[in-house]
């Protein structure tokens, strides 16, 4: 073997690794394209006839996974016991020998011995395919031969070839082949492109990438993320999962650049950053992303590189995703399409899953590598300052990366016995808005305008539902109902909640984080202890994160001695409003009587198709929760809905009960309004109104085709701009005008929507 096929075997688990270093190798590192690739890594499994996977590195690495390499494995062990085959050898040895045969028969002998002692190491396919073509020129001879002693040997010697063939007919990377072996040429190599398809990884990167798109897959969809990232989405025949397939631009750089990442990485990866660092991530970055750029730009002049400014700024911005970053996740993380990203141990033999808006669950060409895992479990301890090891196996937190916002859950041995597991919630950049969700179907207009009223109302309120049914997207689009003139306090143990967009759209909002329910051994203050706190820190709306635990009974302190003048609202988990019920009362231990502090619970849960494919959110109820009641609110009509999602119509409907006005809370709202009073009418215009607006927004962002009207940043002026009429109109009139205030807000609405600044960028 040559001294550029030297190999290395690493254990890695359960995996033994066959490492090649083809650095000096003159050769394409490519087992499918390369002869002598193929036939130095076969050689070598021959020698460790235990190994699950081959990497080939050059300036990237190539890996072939666990069935691969069963495939190559095959082949040696055929060739091994070919070889050592007596009766056989004896038999083809009769060319070279005194006693040889015919003249003529003696050529087939010496090309069927060439083949299975050399050929088939170097070109498996193409030797079954000479074997074949052999077998039929004897075949040929045969029929025309009459000299008795020349037909025996034929006749023996097609009986070997049979058997030869029809073996490595049974090997995986035969059968696999035989549907492209028509018209194969001797030395043509593209048909093993069509079986063998290694991972790729840059040497800079840990995680490794499907690159060439999947066989059988049909392209159904393809986008381009703001970086140049290529999304396609294939789907397969025989399959109800997809794959998004993902080509970073990193994986199309030139080698020298691939080199000049390489080095960057080796030389910065000394400086390793601190807890201290991952206190401000985007500070972080932006330091190590002005070291990695000065240190290319050392690197291309001490080179004689020709490289411009804006390829050495790509270069530091890729070397930053993969020294402080997270690597290609970060790059699945900005796609805006994307929910959930699930990695499951062991690493290296699993792909990431995600979560697509449109196409739902898929499949991924990325894996990442064990280092990988490990690498992010190190930055999320970092960034979190909380514990992940024997006695912290589980770590909830979230990561903040230039385009994307997630949080983290993370659990680690003895939980998981087979490694690091990982989940990944990904927020939208910007707050969602009461239109976004009509927009999407969630809600409806009227569903909306309720719900914005029950928030100027200040009532306490929790949003319930099972995991992924939107709960704190839709707390979050609450949080953009409060005026702006209203100080907000949230409570949460992993920040998921858009407190900085809201604080940039000038909220007065302060943040509290605490610890995580599972949390040991941190330093952070208790939920409960954090509720308590804010108490005293002034009149302010309260927004909990998640009601998980103890901090239920402090949040219903609060609740009930009426300390918060403003709304209180929340999410938990539970799928009804009974099940929000047995939760705090009987999981959190929560007193029955202080329950009754809860004016409305906002049910979201997933609505499924009839063949189970496809979901999507919706709200399917709202529900006040009456204050007459001693035991249980379910068996004593202590819950009343005002909304109910009717399948049919796939939206929410209002219950005879909100028609009718026979809602306490909405009552109770209208005590302390002197035009609402007694006058029913009067409260359910404003409702009306409200859902009005809402609608208007959606409408004209659909005319204009200007999906920035949705957002946070025009809907909350918006909101503004509704008050503000009100007030105006209210003082002018000593009431409001419903229909005169919808005059002024659709002119109001009308010309500024048009106005460029809401444009985007």
């Not at 699950?52 to 091994?80: G, P």
């Not at 050929?119 to 073509?133: H, K, M």
């Not at 397969?236 to 000049?260: I, N």
Request: proline share 5%.
């Amino acid at each position: 073997m040559p001294a550029y096929c030297k190999y290395d075997v690493d254990r890695e688990g359960e995996d033994t690794i066959i490492e090649f270093d083809c650095k000096d190798c003159p050769f394409s590192p490519s087992i499918e394209e390369n002869p002598q690739c193929m036939k130095a890594v076969l050689r070598a499994i021959g020698e460790n006839d235990a190994a699950t996977k081959i990497v080939l590195r050059k300036t990237r690495d190539y890996e072939y996974d666990f069935h691969q390499t069963v495939m190559l494995s095959e082949i040696v062990n055929l060739f091994t016991r070919l070889n050592k085959d007596k009766e056989l050898m004896s038999f083809l040895n009769l060319a070279s020998s005194p006693e040889q045969p015919i003249q003529e028969v003696m050529d087939f002998f010496l090309r069927f011995k060439k083949i299975i002692t050399d050929s088939l190491l170097e070109d498996p396919i193409g030797s079954f395919v000479q074997l074949t073509r052999l077998k039929r020129e004897v075949n040929i001879l045969l029929r025309k031969t009459t000299d008795e002693n020349k037909k025996q040997y034929l006749e023996q010697l097609v009986g070997e070839l049979e058997e030869v063939i029809e073996k490595l007919k049974k090997t995986r990377m035969i059968f696999a082949a035989l549907p492209y072996l028509a018209g194969l040429k001797k030395g043509e190599r593209d048909v093993y492109s069509k079986i063998f398809s290694p991972s790729v990884k840059p040497n800079f990167m840990y995680t490794k990438l499907m690159a060439s798109y999947p066989e059988g897959g049909n392209p159904i969809d393809s986008y381009i993320l703001k970086d140049g990232t290529q999304i396609t989405i294939f789907e397969f025949p025989d399959s109800v999962l997809r794959m998004y397939h993902l080509s970073p631009p990193e994986f199309s750089l030139s080698e020298e650049k691939y080199e000049l990442l390489d080095t960057a990485r080796n030389i910065i990866s000394e400086h390793k950053p601190s807890r201290e660092d991952f206190i401000d991530p985007e500070r972080m970055r932006e330091v190590f992303f002005h070291i990695g750029k000065g240190l290319i730009e050392e690197l291309v002049n001490h080179r004689g590189l020709a490289l411009k400014d804006e390829e050495i700024d790509e270069l530091a911005k890729i070397l930053v995703r993969y020294t402080v970053g997270f690597g290609l996740l970060e790059l699945v993380l900005s796609d805006e399409n994307i929910q959930d990203v699930v990695l499951n141990s062991p690493q290296g033999r699993t792909c990431l899953f995600i979560n697509h808006q449109k196409y739902q669950d898929c499949i991924t060409n990325i894996v990442p590598t064990i280092d990988e895992a490990e690498s992010w479990a190190t930055k999320l301890r970092m960034i979190s300052g909380r514990p992940l090891d024997e006695a912290n196996p589980i770590l909830d937190t979230e990561i903040q990366l230039e385009d994307a916002r997630a949080r983290v859950a993370v659990i680690s041995p003895p939980l998981n016995p087979t490694g690091l597991g990982y989940a990944f919630r990904r927020h939208r950049e910007k707050p969602w808005t009461l239109p976004l969700f009509i927009k999407t179907k969630m809600i409806n207009p009227l569903a909306a305008g309720l719900l914005s009223f029950l928030i100027d109302g200040s009532r306490t309120m929790l949003v319930a539902g099972t995991r992924s049914a939107g709960k704190t997207s839709l707390l979050g689009s609450l949080m953009t109902e409060i005026m702006r003139s209203v100080r907000i306090i949230t409570i949460e143990d992993t920040l998921e909640l858009p407190v900085s967009s809201l604080r940039d759209l000038g909220y007065n909002i302060q943040s509290m984080k605490v610890a995580a329910a599972l949390t040991q051994g941190s330093s952070e203050v208790s939920a409960d202890e954090g509720i308590r706190t804010t108490l005293r820190l002034g009149d302010s709306a309260l927004i909990i994160g998640e009601v998980r635990s103890t901090e239920a009974r402090a949040l219903y302190e609060a609740m009930r001695v009426g300390a918060l003048a403003n709304v209180v609202a929340g999410t938990i988990h539970g799928d009804s409003p009974y099940g929000v019920f047995d939760r705090v009362v009987n999981d959190l231990e929560v007193p029955r009587t202080s329950f009754k502090a809860t004016d409305i619970i906002v049910v979201a849960n997933p609505i499924r198709s009839s063949d189970g494919l496809h979901r999507w959110r919706r709200v399917t109820q709202i529900t006040e929760v009456r204050k007459d009641w001693e035991n249980d609110p379910q068996a004593e009509k202590g819950f009343v809905d005002l909304m109910k999602y009717n399948p049919e119509n796939d939206e929410l409907v209002a219950t005879p009960d909100l028609i009718h006005g026979d809602s306490e809370i909405l009552k109770s709202i209208a005590s302390n309004v002197k035009e609402w009073a007694g006058n029913w009418d009067a409260l359910w215009q404003n409702i009306e109104l409200r859902a009005k607006t809402k609608m208007d927004i959606v409408s004209i962002s659909d005319k204009l085709k200007n999906p920035e009207l949705l957002e946070a940043q025009f809907v909350i002026r918006a909101n503004d701009e509704f008050h503000m009429i009100c007030d105006r109109i209210t003082k002018k009139r000593g009431k409001l005008d419903v229909d005169e205030a919808y005059r002024e807000w659709e002119e109001w609405l009308n010309e500024e929507s048009r106005k460029d600044k809401w444009r985007g960028s």
